[in-house]
């Protein structure tokens, strides 16, 4: 296996256990909006490094677990998330990336629109205190997240 | 780090259009009738989800167990006196019907169900979903409560699934009654998410609902029983001049107090 493969499977079974630990973590994630959102974390980690069409896929699937869970916008959840991944992976590919700050900016970014979209996918009135305050502040720690694991997990990039 | 993630030529395309079918599919997911959302989410949660929300069970129980113990001991030995109670009353009941020649007592039916609450991120719990559906004798609409007071209501089932909304959710209504029917009108939820409180509205402008009468559900539309404790009035929220007056109403059950309810299936007609 070389360093390309292993770097790429090491990916795959990051983002695999983000989602995981988002659902089996779920209870206690949805009753504090100030935590980092694990979901949305795997979700930019995916768009960090899979081509965008995969990255709507898991984008998709994701969404779509999500509403079996939350049991509002099932569908609605699955179409914005695979399409704020598309988008994201678009980003990264169009934006300068050869920066310290363009991980975190990119993360932050990518996690507030989805949890914009979220909350329009659901049909909830706009939340103006929990979009202008809580999810900022929850998408700088997931953002902080997807730097430590990105850090943790890859010397270098890998396309899936 | 540098992600450049440089396109091959036409795999942008390729992308571009995995992503619309994506998102079409989840529109159309999203525009299908409830039942059929409900299918789609019993089947996922049986199977993909399935060892996530067995482990989430699992540690709920153990953690609530032991804080629930002493009230369910309380509650088993209310119940028990209560059971001795019910059944003279049923007997006179009976004894009277005959009497007055009303043939025997329509039975109603409760279906004991476990709920499993389903929560966006940064709201409160507003559905619920019951493994049990039409094959099981669970049947939408219906009305679900706990021997405390009224949770929420079945709305849509299918054969093996139903789904449900609490009291908390926008769509939720029902008619409500004072003890000793002086005032009436419909209970729904607050509009502050932060306090879970009732609104009645609808009650008559002439008549004074003091604080701590408790209201119940009056029976009326045949999705509740009639008798079902809703809450217990605190203050007078609005008075529509003339007109009518709203109040703010605390629950007598909260959604996260509740794992197991029981379903009501209103008798059979004449």
Known sequence: MNNATGGGLMTVLTIAALLVAHFLLRPLLVARPFAPDLLAGALMLAALHVRPGTAAVVGFGAGLLEGAMALEGMGTLAATFALVSYVAARARELFFADSALFLPAFAFVGVWALHLGELLAVGAPLDWFGWLVQSPVSAALTALLVLLVERAVTSRPSAV | ?270
Request: aromatic share 4%; proline share 8%; charged share 20%.
């Open chain 2, 1 to 270: 780090m540098a992600f450049t993630g440089v396109s091959e030529p036409g795999r942008g395309r390729v992308d571009l259009a995995v992503t619309v079918l994506c998102v079409l599919v989840g529109t159309l997911i999203g525009v299908l009738t409830p039942a059929r959302r409900l299918v789609l989410t019993h089947a996922l949660r049986s199977s993909v989800l399935a060892p996530v929300l067995l482990t989430q069970e699992a540690v709920a129980r153990r953690t609530r167990l032991s804080a629930r113990l002493a009230v369910l001991e309380t509650e088993r030995d209310s119940l028990a006196r209560d059971l001795i109670e019910a059944r003279q009353a049923l007997e006179e009941n009976a004894r009277l019907r005959e009497v007055l020649s009303l043939g025997p007592r329509p039975s109603d039916t409760l279906v004991a169900v476990e709920l499993e609450p389903g929560r966006v991120p940064g709201g409160e719990d507003q559905t619920f979903l019951v493994r049990r559906g039409s094959d099981d004798g669970v049947r939408a609409p219906a009305g679900v409560f706990t021997a405390r007071g009224l949770v929420g209501v079945l709305r849509s089932s299918t054969a093996h699934a139903t789904r449900g909304q609490f009291w908390t959710h926008p769509d939720f209504r029902v008619s409500v009654r004072t003890a000793t029917g002086t005032a009436s009108g419909i209970v729904r939820a607050g509009d502050d998410p932060d306090q879970p409180m009732m609104i009645l509205e609808g009650a008559p402008y002439q008549t004074d609902i003091p604080p701590g009468t408790v209201l119940y559900t009056s029976g009326l539309g045949g999705l509740y029983p009639p008798g079902i404790p809703v809450g217990t009035v605190r203050s007078v929220s609005a008075v529509e001049s003339g007109w009518e007056k709203s109040y703010r109403v605390e629950p007598a059950v909260r959604p996260e107090q509740v794992d197991v309810a029981l379903v009501w299936r209103r008798p059979a007609g004449p």
